[in-house]
Structure formats: C-alpha cells, structure tokens
C-alpha cells in the first residue's frame, strides 16, 4: 500500500486484535536478576511471593521461559471498551515540524484513568477475583494508577483500597473524587490506620507523604487482611507482560500498512508503557529477525538509567519489599519538589535494566521546561494535551525528527503517548506562567543516595 493510503488513525477489528500477551522475557539471552529476599538474599520463591501477591501474578512474575500467556476472554472483553488504542500518524506534526520523518504515536489516554494502567489494571483484579479474594491495596502517586485500580475493582465487585501520597490527595482532590466515585476508599498516606504510618507520623507529623511510604502501607494491609492482596502498578515483569498489548497492537496495526519503525522512543518512570511497547520488536530484535533503535526517555531531575548504577537495590523506601537489580538512584532519592513532570521513580524495571545494561536500548534525559515546551507544540497541532509524562517522549521524538530534517532522512519514528494531562493543569499553569524551573541533581546528591544501596554481591 502506498505512502499516502496511510489514514490519520488506524484501528485494529475485534478479530485483529491480540489474543495473547508477549512475554519479552523468553528471548532474553540474559535474564532479568531475580527478586530477592532482604533477610536471607536468596531468590525469593513463590511461596513467599504469594503472601503479598495473587498466585497467578506470581508465576507470571517468574516465569521468564514462555513467550506467550493467553489474554483471558473476560480482560478481552474489557479491552474492548476502549481498545483498541489509536495509532495516529501525525501528519500535523510532521507538518509543523518541516521534517522528512514519518512520525507514529500510540495513544492510550482515551479512557477514565487517562493512561495505559488500566492495561495491567484489569488483569490484576481479574488474578485477583478468580483466586476468591475479597480485595486489593495499593498506593498511589499522582493518581492515574489509582484510578484505573478503582475502575478494574468495581467492574469486577471486588473492594480497593488505595493509599494516595498526601500532597497529591490534597493537591489532586479530583482525582480522588473519580476513585471514590469507582467505590475505591482513598487513605492519605502516612495515615494513623497502619503501623507503619503511626510510626512515621510520630517521627515527622508534617509530613507530606511519599511513594515508598504509601507502598509500605499497602503491603501491611494487604499481609494482614484475610482476603487481600497488595497490587503494583509498574516496574514488575507482570506488569510489563500486560503492558505488551500496547506494542502488540502498534506491530499488527504497522504490518497492516507495511511500516516499519526505525526508531521507538517512550518515557521511562518504572518502565510499563515502554517495556509494553517495545516488547514485539524488541523480540525480533532479541531473536535477530529486525533492527530497530530503543530510546528510553527520563527526567533529568531523577535520571535512574542515564546516571544510576545497575546494583541489588529495594523497590520502595521502607524497605519493605524484595530487592530488585535494576538501574537506581538509591531508594532514598528524592527527586527535587520542583519536578512536576512525574517519572519520579529512583529504580527501573528488572528486564529493561539487563536491556540497557547489555546495549539494546538507549535511555536520555531531558529537563521539564524543553519537556513541556514539547507539550505545548503537540497539543496545539496535534488537539491532545499530554500527560507530562508522555510528553518526554514527545520531546525527544520532536528532536529526532528535527534531526532528520537537518539530514534529510525520512525515518519512521515511533512513540508511546502514554495519558492526558487534565489532572496536571497546575503544571501547566506554572510553565504558562513562566514560573517553573529545571532541577539537575548534582553528582554528590546521587553518591550520597548510591552510599545507601543494601550490601548485595
Ligand atoms: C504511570 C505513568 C507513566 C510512567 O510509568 P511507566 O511504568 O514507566 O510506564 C507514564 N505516563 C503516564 C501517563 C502514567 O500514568
């Protein structure tokens, strides 16, 4: 099909669309690290595992030897009602942009948790309703992981709790109205309601709230409620399977039309959207069938694989949860309160980690100022106004494409355009008002969080 057949959308039928989820994990020659356990370090097995997590989430996260775990009819029939996700060639970026390049973005906003999360989500509370429990705790940051937990929770029946890092329960009071319209309770974290948050809130009652200690409180819940189990949003390999229907859908969708990307570019916090929507080529690439480049976008303000080590480090901030080897800033970086881009992890997923480490993919850092300049571009040519995280991989696919217009290639490039951004009008507001700031963290700031790395090999 020619060049100019290629529609502004396209879509995939009911019958097109992909009936398993791929797991990347199968054609890597180096495996992911395993998780281990913080008191003995040894692999942490699924018996243990299993006190926290669903059992059928558990032999996912392990299963590094399957290339493909059957989507089951009942998420299918959920993905239908707001998948397929668009794929959109940007013809009016293009356009702007003067460039030769070919420029593809996959859109996972179009629906109530305005973000890819909802793709993990349903599954999670599917695992988690067919092994009979009553319901789910997790925390959540600046809302979006919260929200597509509540929307999965209450069209299954089952009951969510959610811990909201308190400066984003006050500051985001919307989108805790949305989880509590889904029927989610919505605890500000630290709370009085666990151990750990009386402790912390004895230590510093001021204290806004962070992360790691929403996930400690999750994970007490859950251990210590018959019936419940604790969900995480992003940096697990379960979720990176699910995220695959993402890439999945773009490779059908590409084939279709005979389009290949040169470049795929998507932004990094834990690793979700991208793990999910590189997985198929990166596959042939694994397998040695196609070339293509990787670039892993990251806020310059918490650069977890541009400037962290690759070692043993924990997931959370009260060290509470197994060790993960992945890239880190140390599980006591904070990033700068000035960063409003989100991508505020300090680790990475586990499998783009080993990736990275072993020269497969690519990863940069961009600032927040050149990161919402990219966002004002594309939502004034393109209609959709971006989650700030999304729009790191906007910025840096407006930069290749600027590239290819100094050089005259025409590249296809490809990007994930992970969410919306009407929860984040107040960073906007600050860059419209000329007021926000780039935060660099020094070379000493991430030593001295790197000095704190758990003593592992
Ligand atoms: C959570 C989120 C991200 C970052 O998470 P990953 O696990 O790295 O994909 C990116 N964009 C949006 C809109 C999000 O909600």
Known sequence: ?????????????????????????????????PLLNPATLQPMTAQELEGV?????VKQELDDTTPFFEIPQEIRDFYKMYRPSPLVRAYCLEEKLQTPA???????????????????AIAQAYYAKHQGLKGVTTETGAGQWGTALSMACSYLGL?????????????????????????ASVTPSPSNT??????????????????????????????????????????????????????LETKIAMDKYGVKPDVIIGCAG???????LIAPFMGEKLRGEADYRFIAVEPASCPSLTRGKYAYDFCDTGAVCPLAKMYTLGSSFIPSANHAGGLRYHGMSTT??????????????????????????????????????????????????????ETGEEKTILFGLTGTGYFDLYAYQKFNDGQMSDYI???????????KLPKVE
């Open 270 to 276: 834990g690793g979700s959207n991208l793990g999910g």
């Open 102 to 120: 070919k420029i593809y973005y996959k859109f996972e906003g179009n629906n109530t948790s305005g973000s890819h999360k909802l793709n993990s």
């Open 53 to 57: 997590f669903c059992a059928e989430l």
């Open 194 to 247: 666990t151990a750990v948050g009386r402790k912390i809130l004895e230590r510093d009652p001021n204290t806004t709230g962070s992360l790691g200690c929403a996930i400690s409180e999750a994970v007490e819940v859950a251990v210590g409620t018959p019936g419940y189990r604790y969900v995480l949003g992003s940096v697990l390999n379960q979720v990176l399977l699910h995220q695959s229907v993402i890439g």
């Open 159 to 183: 009951d969510c709790k959610v811990y909201m890092v308190k400066c984003s329960y006050e500051q985001k009071p919307f989108r805790r109205e949305v989880m509590r319209t889904y029927g």
């Open 1 to 33: 099909m020619s060049e100019n057949k290629i529609p502004y959308k396209i879509y995939l039928s009911e019958d097109e669309m992909p009936k398993a989820w791929y797991n990347l994990r199968a054609d890597m020659t180096n495996k992911p690290a």
């Open 441 to 451: 963290p020094t070379d000493a700031d991430i030593a001295a969080a790197l000095e």
């Open 352 to 405: 783009l980690s080993q990736l990275y480490h072993d020269g497969y993919m690519e990863a940069t850092s961009v600032e927040q100022t050149k990161v919402f300049e990219a966002a004002e571009v594309f939502a004034r040519v393109e209609g959709i106004l971006p989650a700030p995280e999304s729009s790191h991989a906007i910025r840096v696919a407006i930069d290749e494409a600027l590239k290819c217009k």
